[in-house]
């Protein structure tokens, strides 16, 4: 890791979280892109770098760590298919509303206004003690 | 014996299902009353059942005089019950198997309570019980009265169950056992513990057995259908609360705060549940009142905590039993005949009533304690004991207990008149013509133990042997009790005299009596707490459902980075790891640095979609750069390959959307993902640093890197690693890719089977469109990619290469048919449908990873073949090449999936 490196998978973290607070679906998007870059930045320069790891090409010591490698190699696989089932969401998105934006969920918010609770048992529970009550 | 509870639970056998449950508690009364023998002279049974031995947990069962006492009443009425409970339902009633089943389940349940011996087993099936009796009681669970006194049950009964258990618990780990035998064989200890651990058991005590003022649910509970009040909240579950009381009491008897609790709260429950039940006029609910106040006498007698008070309480708890499940069977019979239950609306019970009549009056007369029924036996040995004065404030007890009993009296009689003598006043009249006799069949259990209650009373004698070793608990030598009908003329027959005569006193003042009694129900109790709790628990939940999941996207991703950001920061601060800066960077990384931070930079600021996508492309090559620099020729070739891929389907979705992005958010959400996004960004850039100098141990990579060749047979060992050692992970993340492609697909194609079937007119269109060149060049170059990807399939486990960049390439070169002739032409390609091409790949993969399974090997366990082809020459074809061509298959499939998705015209996607 260089100081150097460093900085930029500060900058792709960053900016792929200032991306992901967006509302735009495609901004989302293209910010979880720069944060998986982020991420495999810090991946690969988590081991130790050095030649490939290729049996038969040098010495075993003088070798890039093979585990990061591996790892990072997943991660950009996966990412492609994260990135193409949300594009996916942002076309529904578009053929529903002509827009990739994400609202608000509509049922959360109306629980979030909520004041009264009614609830069919407590209202039964105190006809009940009402009763007895008596 | 808690597994027969189970026999019958799936059973649908209607009406006939409770007389096969009622095999189970009949086994279970004849095997209490084989060991009985051995329970009275000392040697209580004892069976212990592994159960998970790393935590020491068992399920010990110990059968001493109380458990066997316990184990009888809840066997031998839980036979009563189950073979009267189907003259009580109608034939077509629903549900009743399963009623049976939960019947049957109690009585397991009930039965492990008594007999538990330990701690553990104890509260299981405490709450077993509890859970059975919420069951139960909202049978009708299409009313909602029901379900809400069902719920009343279960929450108080439930709450007092987990405070049980903490005392249990902290009672166990102060006496080092967690065997309740052991527990209340050692010494008592006084203590904050201790006095802890008393509260807590006392608290689930009395929520179970309905003290107050926990004692709201129980008439609520007559929601419940009539045999199972019988069973459950009159002979059996309420007791378990006294019970437990009688088990601890020799152990806490002796502490300060152990009298003056269970003795006042059963005073005042012996005293208020009868003054309720003098103002019922619904048969069951004076039931209830009056099992209220019955409970409260047994918390006392049994609390007392001296051998004469629970010789008193045992013979009061069997009598209890008897008549009052009997009353309750009675209530079903008149309920069932007339359909009412109440006094005020009853018909005339004529002829045909005679025997109900006899046996409720039999009930009535042990109930009341009227010489000749157990209950006599009971009365008179509680006042004998309570007037002994064993400890202080016994004389205040004891007129509380001669004010309780004059109350059963007065509501014994009131129960016989209600039912019986004041209908037949009011004579036949229109609304309650006279009501059918029930038939004898259905009166016989209620009969029996009746009958019982009274050889009991007459004969009390029988239980000498079970009721002394009933004692054991207080250890030592205890004289042996001689119960007797007569206890010869003293203090406790005065005292039962002037019982009778204050109950019968009450009970002719009724009309006097009723408005002072109507003003009891302003007394303060359970029931407003708990609706009070109810309804704050709903409205507390709904307030922070409200403000936690309050519906927007951004807010929950800013919280859950702003924590992922903050809470390594405060480690990284508090952990002061600082292994000094690392060097700053070569000259080869600048480049790779500055594009990557520009084109981040790039990819937040500008206002059109394409050109955020290009950055983001940008970033990736840049991405490629720096792993060729870091040795990783593998994620190089991917990582450009894959950008290539994820551009094309950027722009294959992005043409749909607008080119720009439009409106700003205010200022102050700007400046709150500002500072989101730097507080993620500047512990990111810390974390690399600190972690780039603090490094423990050497990588296990090492040992991967030596074991490549000779174990997994390949020299490039990133690929060996995803084939072979971390295989499980590449068949896992091939299975997310799959459910990934076909979530796309199902999203994008959903509700377009409409424009599909327009398809065939635009066909022609796509054709004219198509441009020579590239149409030639496309075949050209198509298939020399694709050799290209399988070259790297093949070479892979060597060099450079492998299943995914293989299948990402091959999906580039689909691309390029895509860009000559659309979808089309994608299509016609490929003779398998992209689906069919993602399930083989991931069929065959999963299929290498267990087929050694099945020759005894390993999962994912390599095997070789070294052949000679023909033109290429030897080749070594290893089971991990396999796994690699599901791979490589499963990728191909995946980016067929895409181009189903989203590669239609717009013009077709718009229809």
Known sequence: MTVMLAAAAATLFGLGTYLILQRKLSRIIIGLGLLTHGA??????????????????????????????????????????????????????????????????VADRAVARTDVVHDEVVDQAQVIAREEAV | M?????????????RRAFVVGAIPPAVATVWVATQLDSVTSGRPVMERLRWVGELGLSVDLRLDGLAATMSLIVAAVGVAVLLYAPRYFPPDAPDLGRLAGLLVLFGGAMLGLAQADHVVVLYTCWELTSITSYLLIGNRHTEARARAAALHALLVTGAGGLALLGGLV???????????????????REGAVVTAAMILILAGAMTKSAQYPFHAWLPGAMAAPTPVSAYLHSATMVKAGVFLVARVAPFFAATDLWRPLVLTTG???????????????????LLAFGTVSQLGLLMVLFGAGTPATTTAGWMLLVAHAAFKATLFMVVGIVDHQTGTRDTKELPPLGRGWRSVEIVTVLAVVSMAGIPLGAGFVAKELAYDALNAGAFAGSGVVLAAAVAGSMLTVAYGARFYWGAFV????????????????????????????????????????????????????????IPAVHLALWHG??????????????????????RWLQPWLARGGALPSGAEVYLAALRALGTVSTRVTGFVQNGSLPVYAGVILLSAA??????????RAWGGWPTFGSIREGPVAVALIAAAIGAAIVRRRFSAAVFLGVAGYAMAGLFVLSGAPDLALTQAVVETLTTVVFVLVMRRLPARFERQSSLRRRVGRIAIAAAVGVTVFVFALVAAGYRLGPPVSDEMVARAVPDGNGRNVVNVILV????????????????????????????????????????ANIAVRRLAFVDVSVRVVFHAVLMTSLWLLFAGHNQPGGGFVGGLLAGCAITLRYVAGGIDEVRGRSRFRPWTVLGAGLLLAAATATIPLAAGGDVLEVAFASLSLPVIGAVKVSSALAFDTGVYLAVVGMVLMVFESFGDDPAEATT
């Not at chain 2, 027969?4 to 639970?9: E, K, N, S, T, Y």
């Open chain 1, 40 to 105: 495999n930045v810090l991946l690969i320069t988590a081991g130790r770098r050095g030649a490939p790891p290729i049996m038969g090409t040098g010495e075993a010591a003088t070798f890039a760590d093979p585990l990061p490698q591996a790892l990072a190699l997943t991660a950009i696989v996966i990412t492609f298919g994260v990135t193409a089932l949300l594009l996916a969401l942002g076309y529904r998105s578009w053929l529903l509303t002509r827009d990739d934006e994400v609202q608000d969920d």
């Open chain 2, 2 to 14: 808690l597994g027969v509870g189970l026999v019958a639970f799936g059973s649908r056998l209607g």
């Open chain 2, 170 to 188: 902290l009672l166990a780990q102060e006496a080092g056992t967690y065997r309740l035998s052991e527990i209340l064989a050692s010494a008592p």
């Open chain 2, 267 to 285: 005073c005042c429950t012996l005293v208020f549940g009868g003054l309720r039940a003098l103002r019922q006029h619904d048969l069951k609910l």
């Open chain 2, 422 to 477: 004041e209908p037949r006043r009011r004579g036949v009249t229109e609304q309650t013509p006279a009501a059918e006799g029930p038939s004898l069949a259905s009166l016989a259990p209620a009969a029996v133990l009746a009958v019982s209650g009274i050889v009991l009373g007459v004969v009390p004698g029988l239980g000498d042997r079970l009721a002394t070793a009933s004692l054991t608990g207080f250890g030592g030598d």
């Open chain 2, 489 to 510: 003329f003293g203090f406790p027959l005065v005292l039962s005299a002037l019982t009778l005569a204050g109950g019968a006193v009450i009970f002719l003042s009724d």
């Open chain 2, 566 to 575: 903050l809470l390594p920061a405060g480690a990284l601060l508090v952990g």
């Open chain 2, 724 to 763: 072979d050692f971390r295989g499980f992970d590449t068949l896992g993340e091939i299975t997310v890719l799959a459910v990934a492609s076909i979530g796309a697909v199902a999203l994008a194609r959903v509700g377009r089977r409409t424009a599909e079937s327009s398809g065939e007119a635009r066909t």
